[in-house]
């Protein structure tokens, strides 16, 4: 016996619409996904409506355009990242410092110089309210504490000091002696 099909879900199809119109549309969870994609295939093309997305009353669609200039960084996006840093929403934080800060991600142009990026991640590090914010931090920062005794000292601080443990435990990672020290110093 054969079974009933399966309904498919509908296909949304965003090519007719603006990059401001898929800028809303990251508000909206059934259409976020696809939004993401318009943006991602406009590329650098996108980024100065992404811009304009980091001023969103929406966290959602700042954390998803943090995540847009994480992949197409726009040096003229860094103040408006930067801004985000102090929004009320931990998300925005995380991914606003996950945009200035992660090279992995970017596509062309790296993020900004380590010497602007590392005070802005340290100071995330040691004193953000939320430990998911801080773990974020902690991961970023980590890389640098060859380079940078300012990373390297926020780094063996929060292992230190830090109220929980998980962050405690990412940035033990890179403190002298720790698993992805030892890996950097190979």
């Known amino acids: 016996m054969r079974s009933a099909p399966t309904a498919r879900r509908p296909v949304v199809d965003l090519s007719g619409n603006t ?17 993401m994609r318009k ?13 304009a997305g980091l ?34 929403h931990p998300g925005v934080r995380s991914w606003a410092i996950h ?4 090279d992995r991600c970017k596509e062309g142009v790296c993020r900004p110089g ?6 802005i991640v340290a100071e995330a ?4 309210e939320d430990r998911q914010v801080r773990q974020q ?17 926020a780094i063996a601080h929060a292992h230190k000091h830090d109220p929980h443990p998980a ?9 002298p002696g720790g698993v992805r020290y030892r890996k950097l110093r190979v």
């Open 99 to 102: 945009a200035l800060a992660c």
């Open 137 to 153: 931090a902690a991961g970023l920062l980590g890389p640098s504490v060859l380079r940078s005794e300012a990373a390297k000292t």
């Open 125 to 128: 590090l040691l004193h953000d």
């Open 19 to 35: 990059l401001e119109e898929t800028i809303e549309m990251l508000a909206s969870p059934h259409r976020r996904k696809v939004a």
């Open 167 to 175: 962050v405690r435990k990412i940035a033990g990672w890179w403190v």
């Open 114 to 119: 380590e010497e602007d990026v590392i005070p």
């Open 55 to 88: 001023k969103h009353k929406d966290p959602d669609v700042r954390i998803a355009c943090c995540k847009v200039l994480d992949h197409f960084m726009d040096e003229a996006a860094v103040p408006e990242l930067i801004a985000n840093l102090d929004h009320r």
């Open 39 to 51: 943006l991602m295939a406009a590329g650098r093309t996108g980024t100065p409506v992404v811009r």
